[in-house]
């Protein structure tokens, strides 16, 4: 069974803090690794992508890939109330024919005033 | 900035019924995709769908669902018969490719199907 897990949380930072979001999964042959945004009632919201080990950063985003340890993360710098949303890891594994996402269960963050 | 368009945003059927969720994906995009969230739930695979045919399908998608690309911008998902543990968030998504690169899916805005 291939899986991905969260830590649903809640985890709570205060605003201007550094969230603190980490995934990990099952499967090896996992090549590219997601983090999308869910603001509750709404559709997840791609906002990082890595496929390489190491850093990926994109404004106050940082994607971390290590695949020994089957682990991705994401930081949120400068944490703004506008963060307060789960925060859902996907992962992808090439197959043959097929495409398709495996989805962890979410974190849910709250940034506090 | 294009995006996965659904309709309807909210389908209320009753139970047994056949219904129709409609998506139009990012323009230049060749894999299709329909997901769904149960209330409370993760989101879950349903099928890929490319160059006309169903790439990939999971457990969940046995005979009662289908997809169709009806023409050149439209692609849905038809559930016959419908139960009332069929009531979720339905995410139509698309995405460039399926290689090791441009698998960056994007999705609509979701159909919340009631079954009642």
């Known amino acids: 069974q291939k899986e991905v897990e969260q830590n649903s949380g809640p985890l709570s930072v205060p605003e201007g803090a550094i969230a603190s979001l980490n995934c990990t999964y099952s499967?090896?042959?996992?090549?590219?690794f997601f983090w999308y945004r869910q603001y509750s009632g709404k559709s997840p919201e791609l906002i990082m992508f890595i496929y390489s080990n190491g850093d990926k950063e994109d404004g106050r985003f940082t994607a971390q890939l290590n695949k020994a340890s089957q682990y991705v993360s994401l930081l949120i710098r400068d944490s703004q109330p506008s963060d307060s949303a789960t925060y859902l890891c996907a992962v992808h594994i090439l197959t043959g024919g097929g495409n398709k996402l495996t989805f962890g269960t979410g974190t849910q963050l709250k940034v506090e005033l | 900035e294009p995006e996965v368009t659904q309709t309807p945003s909210h389908q209320v059927t009753q139970m047994g019924q056949e219904v129709i969720l409609r998506c139009v994906p990012i323009s230049n995009h060749l894999y299709f995709y329909w997901y769904r969230q149960i209330l409370g739930q993760k989101v879950e695979f349903l099928v890929s769908f490319y160059n006309n045919e169903i790439s990939e399908k999971s457990e969940i998608f046995d005979d009662q669902f289908s997809v169709e690309r009806p023409d050149g911008s439209n692609f849905t998902l038809k559930i016959r018969s419908t139960k009332l543990e069929d009531s979720a968030m339905y995410f139509c998504?698309?995405?460039?490719?399926?290689?090791?690169?441009?698998?960056?899916?994007?999705f609509g805005q979701g159909t919340r199907l009631t079954v009642v």
């Open positions: 998504a698309s995405s460039e490719s399926a290689g090791s690169m441009g698998t960056e899916a994007f």
């Open positions: 499967d090896r042959g996992s090549q590219s």
